[in-house]
């Protein structure tokens, strides 16, 4: 083995393997990311099928019972159905965490990979980094979803249990992980200024200038980063109009229902009519939550839909399919993404159908992150087994697939 | 590689990271008490209501309704000071695309910044002081994260143009 090649298998010499070797920090970045996101948005889906609905109407039934229990002067049954709520919402709350925080991790994981190049550590320490954010990204959600199940079992705490304990602890692994990378980063751009300046002067330029993720202009590159870019200002629009009209004019009426669930049965002269009063409020209460939980999703969605298609534009070199069939999937993640956040504000219009078509919506963006993570595996699959040689010579496998390939 | 790529991809890293630190704060010290202190209060409400005693059902309510509007504030400051942070870093990798001259896209570096921060900052200021101040702070760095990613995707088109 002659010291070229000797070179290339330890990651340095090809610029492609070079920046995307086997268990490289990048490619554990890359692959790790884009699972947390799949995993995360399918937990979300599921979730949102099987588990709200029941759940919002558990709620509902809990809140009704507990005003009739008002009405009928029965402190202890007024208890035993907000133990019913709490248990419900700290359900329905740990799920919800738990499927934000693994989809985030995911973007902060890709986000990381593709600053990679700039972050002055060795690959050795890179790596260890990565591993740490990966490590820490699936104990949190893990952690999380455990609270409501654990609850405070053996806690040496008062109000923590131990799934907590764990998920803050994954919390911490994720925090020193990203100021591992920011001091790389640092320590990088503090190193910088001589590399440029040997690019002026002739010298080999820096490996950054050469990253193939951040010079990509193919088509795809470009409408998810147009895409992407579109759909986080139409999520920043519409968070600043529901902040405006919406958010305190909720929060007001919020409490105001709860009080006339209460004082409409002991200030009204007939107890019947009070109780009616009362359980008109428990429905208006109902809508208010539906309303707002809509509203916050359409908004949260459709910025992190136009988050994830930025941060795949990035990835679209490492994606190993046929050209058409990279299009048709770029094309079904920016529908999902509008489809989504659309169909789940007109659910209260439009119900359930609304609701399956928001439920697809998240599906094809799930398919689309799928298909592109089965390309990047093809991608490193194609890197790893081809011979030094046809690397060194630069036939590696390049943005696009042979014909007849997989889609 | 230029100052203003150099600012967004460390300051929103800086900011994902104080979001995060915010978080890890919150989930410790903060909020398991909230929560137990809204259903708490709520629960005492109706309780207090079903015992007859309608000044002391009021009283939870009111405190009830403090607390959740607090405990909403704080959750949104760790969410959008994580998310914008990973905003600046996506778009600190790309900035060079946008088609405006250095200093322009310096300005607007510096714009989406300061509303990254200011905006989120706005909010949990929120949480100690319900005055204006605090939603003037909110407005003033949403507006101008709006703007800014309005130039930027301006830039965007024109540089393709």
Redesign the interface.
């Known amino acids: 083995m002659d010291t070229a090649q000797a070179t290339f298998l330890a990651g340095e010499a090809h610029p492609v393997k070079g920046g995307f070797a086997a268990y490289s920090a990048r490619r554990i970045l890359v692959v790790g990311g884009i699972t947390l996101i799949i995993v995360g948005m399918l937990f979300g889906d599921i979730f949102a099928v099987f588990i709200l609905h029941p759940n919002a109407n558990g709620i509902g039934q809990a809140l009704l019972a507990a005003t009739r229990a008002v009405a009928a002067g029965d402190s202890t049954a007024v208890g035993r159905n907000f133990q019913m709520i709490g248990n419900a919402l700290e359900n329905r709350g740990t799920k919800v965490d738990a499927h934000l925080h693994m989809v985030d991790f995911g973007y902060l994981a890709l986000l990381l990979a593709i600053v990679m190049p700039y972050v002055a550590w060795s690959e050795r320490a890179k790596k260890r980094l990565a591993v740490l954010l990966i490590i820490g990204a699936v104990v949190l959600p893990v952690g999380v979803l455990a609270i409501h199940y654990v609850g405070l079992a053996s806690s040496p705490l008062e109000s923590i249990g131990w799934a907590s304990i764990i998920a803050d602890a994954g919390g911490l692994l994720v925090i020193l992980s990203c100021v591992g990378f920011l001091a790389g980063l640092w320590r990088g751009w503090n190193r910088a200024a001589p590399v440029a300046t040997g690019q002026d002067s002739g010298a080999p330029a820096s490996p950054v200038a050469h990253d193939a993720l951040l010079a990509d202009r193919s088509w795809c590159c470009r409408v998810l980063l147009a895409g992407g870019t579109l759909l986080i200002l139409a999520g920043f629009a519409h968070g600043a109009w529901y902040a405006a009209r919406d958010l305190y004019k909720q929060e007001e009426l919020d409490v105001n229902l709860l009080s006339r669930m209460t004082t409409s049965i002991l200030e009204n002269a007939s107890p019947q009519a009070g109780l009616q009063t009362a359980e008109l409020a428990v429905g208006d209460y109902g809508n208010l939550q539906a309303d707002h939980a809509v509203k916050i999703a359409a908004h949260s969605h459709i910025i992190e839909f136009g988050l994830v298609a930025m941060l795949v534009a990035f990835f679209q070199p490492y994606v190993f399919l046929q050209e058409r069939w990279k299009r048709r999937w770029v094309v079904a993640l920016l529908m999902g993404g509008v489809m989504l956040p659309v169909f789940v504000l007109l659910e209260l219009r439009w119900g359930l159908l609304a609701a399956a078509i928001a439920d697809f919506g998240g599906f094809l963006v799930v398919v689309a992150l799928a298909a592109m993570l089965t390309g990047v595996l093809r991608y490193t699959g194609r890197l790893d087994g081809a011979p030094p040689s046809s690397l060194l010579q630069g036939t590696a496998p390049q943005e696009s697939a042979p014909k007849g390939s997989a889609r | 590689?230029t100052g203003a790529r150099?600012m967004l991809?460390?300051g929103g890293?800086?900011l994902?990271?104080l979001g995060?630190?915010y978080?890890?704060y919150f989930?410790?010290f903060v909020e398991?008490?909230t929560?137990?202190g809204i259903?708490g209060a709520?629960?005492t409400?109706?309780?207090r209501?079903?015992?007859?005693n309608?000044p002391e059902?009021?009283a939870a309510?009111?405190r009830?309704?403090e607390i959740?509007?607090v405990y909403?504030r704080q959750i949104d400051v760790h969410?959008h000071w994580?998310?914008l942070g990973?905003?600046l870093?996506?778009l600190?990798?790309?900035f060079e695309?946008v088609g405006f001259a250095d200093r322009i896209k310096f300005v607007l570096a510096l714009a989406l910044l300061i509303g990254a921060v200011t905006f989120p900052l706005g909010v949990f200021l929120q949480t100690l002081d319900h005055g204006s101040l605090p939603r003037a702070v909110?407005i003033f760095g949403?507006?101008l994260?709006?703007a800014g990613?309005?130039a930027?995707?301006f830039g965007?088109?024109r540089r393709?143009s």
């Open positions: 590689m150099k991809i460390l890293l800086a994902a990271i995060m630190s978080g890890l989930a410790l398991h008490q929560l137990d259903g709520l629960a409400s109706f309780i209501a079903a015992e007859r309608l059902s009021q309510l009111d009830y309704g959740k509007y909403t969410g994580i998310g990973m905003l870093i996506v600190g990798a790309v695309r909110a949403s507006g994260l709006i990613l309005s930027v995707a965007f088109a393709t």
